[in-house]
Structure formats: C-alpha cells, structure tokens
C-alpha cells in the first residue's frame, strides 16, 4: 500500500518540477487587477508554421503593465512597428509584453510587480478594447503557456 502510493507522489514531484516556473521565483500577473484571458495559448503544430505564442489579457490603453517575476530587462524598444518588453528571468525564461510603451530601459535589474510600461490599443486579433500579449519562452525556440507561472495547479490525493 505505502509503495503505490509513495510512487505516485515521487511521480507527482517528477512532473512539478517540469513546470516553467524557476523554483526560487515567484511570478505575478502583469496586469492588475487579475485580468480575463481574451485569447488563449495555442503553440503551433511546428515552429514555423502559425499560432499564438503566449496569452493575451483583456486590458484598457494605458494600464500599467507589472513584471511578471524577478530579472534583467533586456529589450525595451520596437519590433516590427509594435513596442515590445522582455525580461530575462532566472531558470532560462524569457517573458515578453506588448504592446507596451516602455518606462524601463534595457539592463534594469526589476523585480516582480515593478511597473514596466503601460498598454497600448491596437492589438491584432484582440476581441476587447485593448489587450496585453503575454508571452513566455525557454531557450530560443521553445514557447510555453506564460499561465502556469500564475494559476497554481491544485493536486488533491484521493484514499485508494
């Protein structure tokens, strides 16, 4: 009886441990109050092809855009005519925000919550007034859901 049940915690620890998030840093949303997600996560099948590489969060222009954890702001400028934040976070991660007028520059240590910019409107593909993309990446090319760093997933044991 003990065996089964110390083999799923072992498994369950496993599996925990391959979440995004750094084990020594706590993430928080980047918009307050908690926002709506107006579109999800939706990685494509291959990496060239199309998809949603991060979240977007139902926001309003001008709202102030929060760093999600610790780290280096290590881009504040324009990317193909959009303005763009990114962090890099301790554990390998990459978070990303637009469109985001930038109040922070490039090589400023933050730390979560620290205010980074504020929303711009004009989002494509945004269903709301405005919207704050969220994105989140290991390494170069490996996009992740930015909501796992936020939503703590509850596990519950149940008796056997």
């Known amino acids: 009886m003990r065996f089964p049940v110390l083999a799923l915690l072992t498994t369950l620890v496993f599996l925990m441990g391959t979440a995004p998030a750094a084990a020594d840093n706590t ?20 990496n060239w092809l199309p998809g949603h590489r991060g979240v977007d969060l139902a926001s309003r222009a001008g709202q102030t855009v929060l760093a999600a954890g610790d780290g280096i702001v290590v881009f504040a400028g324009t990317v193909a005519g959009k303005p763009v934040v990114s962090i890099d976070h301790p554990g390998g991660l990459r978070t990303t925000y637009e469109p985001v007028a930038a109040t922070v520059a490039t090589g400023r240590r933050i730390s979560a919550g620290d205010p980074l910019g504020t929303v711009e409107a004009g989002h494509e593909g945004c269903p709301v007034e405005a919207c704050l993309h969220w994105g989140l990446r290991r390494d170069r090319d490996s996009y992740l859901n930015p909501l796992p760093l936020v939503e703590r997933t509850v596990i519950r044991l149940e008796p056997v």
């Open 27 to 46: 993430f928080v949303w980047p918009l307050e109050p908690r926002p709506t997600v107006a579109r999800p996560f939706d990685p494509p099948e291959q």
